[in-house]
């Protein structure tokens, strides 16, 4: 443990490492990605602050400047903006823009960060739904899905909650609440499709 603590070895972990731990859980934490293996994660770690090393060369030079380190104080603050802030921020910025078409036809890629269908309709917690679930049994529940409502994200599995129970006529029409309705739990495993209507 010691060892770790070296200014030597600290300073590799802090500039070679740090960056990209710090940028990449940004990014998952935005965007539910597929799960990767340990040796993945700790190459996308390196390669994330490579790349932060090379458009952040100069930052780093500052910190690491005599003037910097004679001033304990604004070191520390610099480290904690260079290792932590500025990565966090890259990755908060990658997560939007990967997310967005017009970039996304830049790259000329169709790749989307978004895992699933599912994650995609449910992923703006604004939606509103009317929705109509084609239950395995023949059976179908209507219900409205807003602000109270909840939808499961990857990696759990694809259930939801809706917070209205609606009566539905023979065509599958929505005609009104159902009294004292609490809402509804669904396992989109006893589903054969479901429908989703603009509220």
Same mark, same amino acid.
């Not at 972990?13 to 859980?25: D, E, H, N, Q």
């Not at 009317?130 to 395995?136: T, V």
């Not at 929505?174 to 429908?195: L, N, S, W």
């Given at each position: 443990?010691? +060892?770790?603590?070296? !200014?030597?070895?600290? *300073?590799?972990?802090?500039?070679?490492?740090?960056?990209?731990?710090?940028?990449?859980?940004?990014?998952?934490?935005?965007?539910?990605? %597929? %799960?990767?293996?340990?040796? &993945?994660?700790?190459?996308?770690?390196?390669?994330? /602050?490579?790349?932060?090393?090379?458009?952040?060369?100069?930052? #780093?030079?500052?910190?690491?400047?005599?003037?910097?380190? *004679?001033?304990?104080?604004?070191?520390?603050?610099? #480290?904690?903006?260079?290792?932590?802030?500025? !990565?966090?921020?890259?990755?908060?910025?990658?997560?939007?823009?990967?997310?967005?078409?017009?970039?996304?036809?830049?790259?000329?890629?169709?790749?989307?960060?978004?895992? *699933?269908?599912?994650?995609?309709?449910?992923?703006?917690?604004?939606?509103?739904?009317? #929705?109509?679930?084609?239950?395995?049994?023949? @059976?179908?529940?209507?219900?409205?899905?807003?602000?109270?409502?909840?939808? /499961?994200?990857?990696?759990? !599995?694809? +259930?939801?909650?809706?917070?209205?129970?609606?009566?539905?006529? +023979?065509?599958?029409?929505?005609?009104?609440?159902? &009294?004292?309705?609490?809402? =509804?739990? #669904?396992?989109? @495993?006893? =589903?054969?499709?479901? %429908?989703?209507? @603009?509220?």
């Amino acid at each position: 443990m010691a +060892d770790l603590l070296k !200014p030597d070895v600290l *300073s590799v972990f802090l500039f070679y490492i740090a960056p990209g731990v710090v940028a990449t859980r940004v990014y998952t934490f935005f965007n539910r990605s %597929q %799960q990767r293996n340990y040796g &993945d994660l700790v190459v996308e770690f390196i390669t994330f /602050s490579m790349f932060y090393l090379t458009l952040f060369f100069w930052l #780093i030079a500052l910190v690491n400047s005599p003037d910097i380190h *004679s001033n304990s104080l604004l070191y520390n603050i610099l #480290i904690f903006i260079t290792v932590f802030v500025v !990565p966090a921020l890259l990755g908060y910025i990658s997560s939007i823009l990967l997310k967005a078409n017009w970039f996304r036809k830049i790259l000329k890629t169709a790749y989307h960060p978004t895992p *699933s269908g599912w994650d995609y309709a449910f992923g703006d917690k604004k939606v509103s739904y009317w #929705i109509l679930f084609n239950l395995k049994t023949g @059976e179908r529940i209507g219900g409205l899905y807003r602000g109270k409502s909840f939808a /499961s994200s990857y990696p759990l !599995p694809q +259930d939801i909650y809706i917070e209205e129970l609606w009566k539905l006529d +023979d065509q599958g029409r929505f005609v009104g609440k159902v &009294d004292k309705t609490a809402g =509804c739990f #669904i396992k989109v @495993e006893d =589903c054969r499709f479901i %429908q989703f209507f @603009e509220n």
